[in-house]
């Protein structure tokens, strides 16, 4: 499934719109091997309220900010795809019975479509599998759909006009994820394919945690809730001892091909119970954030054990910016007594020298054309 295809042909560069900075990527998709390779990555930092939840509030800001980041990396390519998320998407899983293409395509809009909603959509599906009905044991179809307004994909086609560049198609997250977690090995040591994992995306002001069984994604989840607030009371403490006051605008203008360049790096924030305690109010703001945090994750993955029938989940796998906390995957293996990881590697991505992967997951996911 590509959510909205705009066009056809390669796409080299991808923009993730779905957290308060932009992370993009340029790369290919090889279909014979099932890798990905990236030649460049970068975060593009943007003012506040620039993006809103995942759709473009300040098209103006956005533009300008790529533009520069366009320059600054000597990206010139043309073809691009968008991954985004928010609450404008939805996402069902159906039941539907096995008919014909136009048949299941009119059933799949019937049923999105039929749930009160008057906004015009744009709708794509997904079939991922066969069950049978336990009343009339007639053979059925299982259906994932999406669906996202139409002004919200032709908002996005007029960010990419005032690019210049060719808008190929449009993703969403939870689909990347999908696409990028189908298979390979992570960290070295884990199968996807023979297992069942909690994957956790940490990001400003919100937190997504799906459940992976054997390359399929059963549940995806959206919280709003985020680690800004911890970056935020570690940069007033350095401001208070006399730190570096970057501006807004001078943060903007720092790309790099790994991190916004900031006066406190996510990774030099020790998030470790024992270290926070010698600062109240960090620890304040990192408590606040773990008991969010471990209970999102505890219930989710209960529910996930009780509807799916899963034996249990095997580990938890942490990425986007919030991965890069020191010691966060320690602190949070602590207070769920569970084996938690930072996404660090995955067989079948490889990346330009010092490419950090958890932040440019759903860049690697778009990348992959299923047409």
């Avoid at 030649?39 to 759709?55: F, R």
């Avoid at 034996?311 to 569970?338: F, M, P, V």
Wanted: charged share 25%.
């Amino acid at each position: 499934m590509d959510f909205s295809s705009f066009g056809k042909g390669s796409m080299d560069l991808v923009i993730d719109t779905s957290s308060s900075d932009l992370k993009l990527a340029v790369g290919g998709y090889n279909r014979k091997t099932g890798t990905i390779t990236l030649e460049k990555v970068g975060i593009v930092p943007l003012e506040a309220e620039t993006l809103e939840d995942g759709a473009i509030s300040d098209s103006f800001g956005i533009v300008m900010a790529m533009k520069h980041a366009l320059a600054k990396l000597d990206i010139r390519q043309k073809n691009i795809i968008i991954t985004t998320e928010g609450s404008f998407v939805h996402t069902r899983d159906l039941e539907l019975p096995k008919v014909k293409g136009e048949q299941l395509k009119d059933m799949v809009k019937y049923e999105v479509m039929g749930q009160g909603n008057n906004r015009d959509m744009v709708i794509d599906y997904l079939v991922y599998g066969k069950t049978t009905d336990e009343e009339t044991n007639a053979e059925k179809i299982k259906v994932r759909a999406t669906a996202v307004p139409t002004d919200t994909v032709s908002e996005y086609r007029d960010f990419i006009k005032n690019l210049d560049m060719t808008p190929v198609a449009m993703d969403v997250n939870p689909n990347a994820v999908r696409k990028l977690f189908s298979s390979g090995i992570i960290n070295g040591n884990i199968n996807i394919a023979q297992s069942t994992l909690l994957m956790i995306e940490l990001c400003g002001k919100t937190t997504t945690v799906t459940v992976l069984d054997k390359g399929f994604p059963l549940l995806s989840r959206r919280l709003q809730f985020g680690h800004s607030n911890i970056r935020q009371v570690a940069e007033s403490l350095k401001k208070m001892q006399g730190g570096d006051n970057q501006s807004s605008l001078a943060r903007r203008l720092n790309i790099t091909k790994s991190d916004s360049e900031s006066s406190v790096p996510v990774e030099d924030i020790d998030v470790w119970h024992e270290t926070v305690a010698e600062n109240p109010s960090l620890q304040s703001a990192v408590n606040a954030y773990f008991k969010n945090l471990v209970d999102a994750v505890s219930r989710t993955a209960q529910f996930s054990i009780s509807k799916f029938h899963i034996d249990n989940i095997g580990t938890c796998l942490l990425y986007g910016s919030g991965a890069g906390y020191k010691k966060i995957d320690k602190e949070l293996s602590r207070q769920l007594a569970t084996q938690v990881e930072v996404l660090n590697t995955l067989s079948t991505v490889q990346g330009p020298k010092n490419f950090e992967l958890p932040q440019f997951v759903n860049c690697c996911g778009a990348l992959i054309r299923e047409e």
